[in-house]
């Protein structure tokens, strides 16, 4: 029980960059009585509206859940859904003094429509080209005052496809880690893949991999995880490779080990978000430790917890804690 209590209590002192795609999730909750007699669909009878901080900002948000320090680089439109956004990340103490609102793009809005914990319809509103030139210059020079002046000791890159982590900002914001010796995580997506040579821990999912990869397989065993491994190894020079197996759990491949870490049984009501806590957690776990193996088993853990929930929520500290007490304690 000590054990995860001292290294919860390391989390306080570590200070996380998270550079990345950030978005305002909105909730519609309702309930259906009837099919709309103008087209066969439901009509949702809506009873509250909830917003909350979504995509890379979720990443953030598990990290001052966790009793770290986040801060968030990102750019998002100047409109009424970045001062939304913006306010909730005050309330959660989440610093953004390195964000920047630009005239050339809307800030991302995914909208859920949901009825009786089962969600009925997402309308998306978002531009997903890269930064602008004039955009990707300013994110670069507010990274290196961000480095200059916090000191972090971990850099998330949490991309989304939606632009902010143009292959640019991705080169420029490696070498700046590799130079100040700062560990770098990446939770990566298709067209970015190969592009975050170098970093520290290399975070897909399964299907990411594969697609990547154009690996052709249906059965997922230890020795063709490791086949993977082996490949973005060669191609990306990394250090860690992490890849979430969805309901089979977690793979880990370093320089020295690797395993695959089978989840736990849940009862899941919602995946959304799952990645955000996921590299959250490992990226904590490391930096506390330099253990990939605890980083693995805690990680998976958390991804397992969150998906109990309906919608994008930070995972629990004391619950956190209180489950890896009871399923890793010896």
Sequence with gaps: MEKFKELF???SSLRIGVVGDVMLDTYMWGHVERISPEAPVP???ME???YRIGGAGNVALNIQSLGATPYVLSVTGDDEDARMLIRLFDE???NTRYCIKS???ITTNKTRVISRNQQMMRLDAEITRDLCREDEVKLVELFQDFVRDEKPHVVILEDYNKGVLSEAVIKVIISICKKEGIITAVDPKRKNFFDYKGVTIFKPNLREAKEALNFLFTDVNFELLKDIHTELSH?????????TLSEKGVFYNDEVSSEIIPSHIRAVADVSGAGDTVIAVAALVYAATKNVRLMAEVANIAGGLVCEEVGTVAINKDRLMHECELLLSN
């Design 103 to 105: 005239t050339d793009r």
């Design 92 to 94: 959660h103490h989440i």
């Design 9 to 11: 209590e390391q989390f």
């Design 235 to 243: 191609l990306l020079h990394h250090k860690i490779s992490f890849i």
């Design 43 to 45: 009509i949702v009878a």
């Design 48 to 50: 509250k509206k909830e």
